[in-house]
């Protein structure tokens, strides 16, 4: 999930009336109530304080964010991050048997045994495009029937699909450079005016550009652009990360950075690789996820996460650019494994080869009780005609009784990105959608949160949405911990706020019900989610032993429920 691409794609292609109108969220909005503070936040803050007043006390619950990465020593973190009880820090020993050396804080399935990291990878597509082109190259159609033919008739889709998103990038990153050449001109008029090659918001108010029009609308454009973090000082830095990361690193079939991690992809057996570096290349995104879910409250610093009594398990499996399967189930199964209760999945990618191989891992949550929260996605699409992976529906159906089968995993939540505006723009104009494959709409813009070295920032996008949700589903895990996750799901999509009225459909001016955009027609609310939850009575629990796999064949029993 490349937070430094959506920036820009929302800098340059947002129009900027847009922009003005939502004008800047108030701070930790996502936490505020929509009667008493007048935002459409989750109402954690209120929901908290009635819990306490009720004499209500908290059950610590561990949440893993499998992401990016996070700085485990953030001032806003560090106090709640989970510590693996089982594992003496720096021995270079597998203590708890668990199959994974010195996992204090969690895992790292994007390093190598050598330190070293995958930062950048291709997207699934163009890892589609290339294996595909290796097994077709030469073939002819004609030749082909049955599960061969179908098979290159998914390869003659990939290839249009990975040739028209190229196309489309090189003519994004020719629009891109035009931006940055407007803004470069614009600053170099100021900077000559000002006499200095650096300035600030504050300089621009020095400037007298009644007689020239030149300098006027580059002063328009600086303090267009300032504000959202381009400035004279990180101009080149920025114009060089714009720079096709997109042709450079994930639409490029030449590379390859797998073998810095060491181990096969293809080889779905093996799930014992990686390292214990948490935080990665870059573990801005994972972060900023993890200090939604829980930032330290009311410490005097930085912000407030939504949930308290939270231990956050850092589980590394996402690049910039495609997770792969093989990583996102292994990390799911290493969650569920070392005691997560709720599993943050803020990332997504339109195809899934392995799907059958993250099912399996889904279902091994399910069966242990564990809540899966992922987020919708970002390119305003319908998540009910083009899926977004990894996804709730089973290729293939689980078992359930004597007759039935399972066809949608029980303990998946689906969310989608809530603006902070209120009648018509609620839904936040980048966000996924679907009647039947996303349940609720959470905070998602504007979203103010931890970043690493002790630093904050704001990024827009569904993967901040995602632990909206998640937080919210802590506080129920925690303060009802009878409460089963297939419950605890249910009691947040039952529970979330109806929307009446219209709201614009993602990506388009259209108008349509807010009903016709998730499953619950509304949004995330933790004060009538506790309401719930205060009525629901506990399901039954099957009294057996829950074992974890561990390494070198070992099972160890984790819990008696």
């Known amino acids: 999930m490349n937070i430094k691409r959506i920036f820009l794609l929302v800098f340059f292609f947002v129009p900027v009336s847009f922009l003005l109108a939502q004008s800047k969220a108030p701070d930790n909005w996502f936490t505020l109530d929509k009667a008493t503070d007048n935002v459409q936040g989750v109402s954690s803050d209120k929901a908290l304080s009635l819990l306490k007043a009720k004499g209500r006390q908290g059950k610590p619950i561990i949440v893993a964010v499998l992401d990016s990465g996070v700085d485990v020593m953030h001032e806003d973190l560090k106090d709640i991050i989970w510590v693996n009880p089982g594992e003496i820090p720096g021995n270079g020993i597998d203590d708890d048997r668990n199959g994974y050396v010195d996992d204090i804080h969690g895992w790292n399935f994007l390093g190598g045994p050598d330190g070293q990291n995958v930062h950048h990878e291709t997207l699934e597509l163009t ?10 190259e030469g073939t002819n159609p004609k030749d082909l029937y049955g599960e061969a033919k179908k098979e290159y008739d998914y390869y003659l889709k990939i290839k249009e699909d990975f040739e028209e998103a190229r196309q489309k990038a090189e003519a994004m990153q020719a629009q891109i450079a ?5 803004v470069e001109k614009a600053f170099a008029l100021i900077s000559k005016a000002l006499g200095k090659p650096s300035f600030t918001e504050d300089d621009l108010k020095a400037l007298d550009t009644r007689a020239d029009k030149d300098l006027d609308e580059a002063v328009a454009l600086a303090k267009r652009v300032i504000p959202r973090g381009l400035t004279p ?3 080149a830095e920025q114009k060089e990360q714009a720079a096709g990361d997109q042709l450079r690193y994930n639409l490029n079939p030449d590379y390859n950075p797998r073998h810095l991690v060491g181990d096969d992809p293809s080889d779905l057996t093996n799930r014992f690789y990686g390292n214990n570096d948490y935080r990665g290349p870059d573990a801005a995104h994972g972060t900023h996820v993890a200090g939604i879910i829980a930032a330290i409250r009311n410490n005097g610093i930085g912000i407030n996460g939504i949930a308290d009594n939270v231990r956050i398990m850092t589980v590394r499996c996402v690049p910039d650019g495609d997770e792969r399967d093989k990583d996102v189930a292994n990390a799911i199964r290493y969650a569920v494994d070392n005691g997560a209760s709720i599993i943050n999945m803020s990332f997504g990618k ?18 242990h009780d564990v809540l899966l929260v992922h987020a919708a ?21 689980e078992r359930k009784g004597l007759f039935g089968k399972q066809r949608v995993a029980p303990n998946w939540l689906e969310v989608g990105a809530l603006s902070w505006a209120d009648g018509e723009r609620r839904v936040a104009s980048f966000s996924n959608y679907g009647k039947k494959n996303v349940h609720l709409f959470a905070p998602g813009y504007q979203i103010k949160s931890t970043v690493p070295d002790n630093e904050y920032a704001t990024f827009s996008g569904t993967s901040m949405a995602s632990p909206s ?3 919210v589903a802590a506080i129920i895990r925690s303060y009802y911990p009878e409460l089963s996750a297939a419950q605890v799901r249910d009691i947040l999509v039952k529970s979330a706020v109806k929307q009446e009225g219209e709201v614009y459909k ?8 807010f009903s016709d955009l998730c499953v619950s027609g509304g949004v995330i609310n933790a004060v009538t989610a506790v309401a719930m939850a205060e009525t629901t009575k506990p399901a039954k629990k099957n009294k057996k032993a829950i074992w974890r796999e561990a390494g070198a064949g070992q099972r160890v029993k984790i819990s008696v429920p």
């Open 350 to 367: 339109g195809y899934s080869p392995d799907k059958k191989y993250v099912d399996d891992a889904v279902k091994y949550a399910a069966a």
């Open 506 to 513: 993602p990506g388009s001016t259209e108008k349509v019900k």
């Open 127 to 136: 890892r589609e495009y290339v294996r595909l082109s290796k097994k077709f």
């Open 233 to 235: 000082d990180n101009l």
């Open 377 to 397: 996605g970002n390119d305003a699409e319908n998540n009910d005609k083009r899926p977004n992976f990894p996804n709730a529906n089973y290729l293939e159906p």
């Open 178 to 182: 035009a931006q940055f050449e407007r």
């Open 469 to 471: 949700a998640a937080g």
